[in-house]
Each structure stands twice: as C-alpha cells, then as structure tokens.
Nanobody, 128 residues
Framework: QVQLVESGGGLVQAGGSLRLSCAAS????????MGWFRQAPGKEREFVAA????????DYKDSVKGRFTISRDNAKNTVYLQMNNLKPEDTAVYYC?????????????????????WGQGTQVTVSS
C-alpha cells in the first residue's frame, strides 16, 4: 500500500519556523515530482511548492517565496518544506503530493490534478 505521511505541523507564533516532512512508503518517488499544497478553513486547496525529481528545479506560490524552501532526499524517499517567518495567513492543513505520471521530467505541476498520490495532511497554526 502506497502511503505519504506528513509530520512536523503544530502551533507556532508569527515569525516562527516549522519544518514539515513527508515520508513515502510502498513505492519510491525518486523519479517523480512532488509538491506541497494547503487548505485553510472555508477555502479551496492551493499550491504551495513543488520540486522536480532531481531537486534541480523548484516552484513556489508567490506569497511564500523567500520564506519557504522545498527539498527532498531521494535516498530516504522523503520531501521537506522548511517554513520560516510564518504568518497567520499560513494557517492551514498542509498536504504532501506525488505525481507518479511524470518520471524523470523537468516539469512540475502547480494544480491539484497534476498529482495522484496524497497524504492525509498536517495542521499548521500560526498565532498572531
């Protein structure tokens, strides 16, 4: 059974930092793009960051550029999201996703439908 399991969420004050991890099991995603999305209460799920299989290219939502960093360790089948200078508007459930349709590709998707494996999510709450 393929699973993506997020961890590292929690409650933090504005200006603080958190590091999210997403560990994959059941298959390797070392040749596939992976991404992070988030969903705040009453809002649709939105793209946050994505990374190519090699880590050579990344993409970010404009509002998190310069504050968030996505990275991956293919040997550990894990992707990370380092979040610095957190703001109350970053409060959401954060989801990890993998795109198994794109192998060894340079493209990375920014839409939910570009990804076909999803984790259960981890809550991030930023207090003001």
């Amino acid at each position: 059974q393929v699973q993506l399991v997020e961890s590292g969420g929690g409650l933090v004050q504005a200006g603080g930092s958190l590091r999210l991890s997403c560990a994959a099991s059941g298959r390797t995603f070392s040749t596939n793009p992976m991404g992070w999305f988030r969903q705040a209460p009453g809002k649709e799920r939105e793209f946050v960051a994505a990374i190519t299989w090699s880590g050579g290219r990344t993409d970010y939502k404009d509002s998190v550029k310069g504050r968030f960093t996505i990275s991956r360790d293919n040997a550990k089948n894990t992707v990370y999201l380092q979040m610095n200078n957190l703001k109350p508007e970053d409060t959401a459930v954060y989801y990890c996703a993998a795109d198994s349709f794109s192998s060894l590709a340079s493209r990375i998707g920014v839409r939910s439908r570009d990804y076909n494996y999803w984790g259960q999510g981890t809550q991030v709450t930023v207090s003001s």
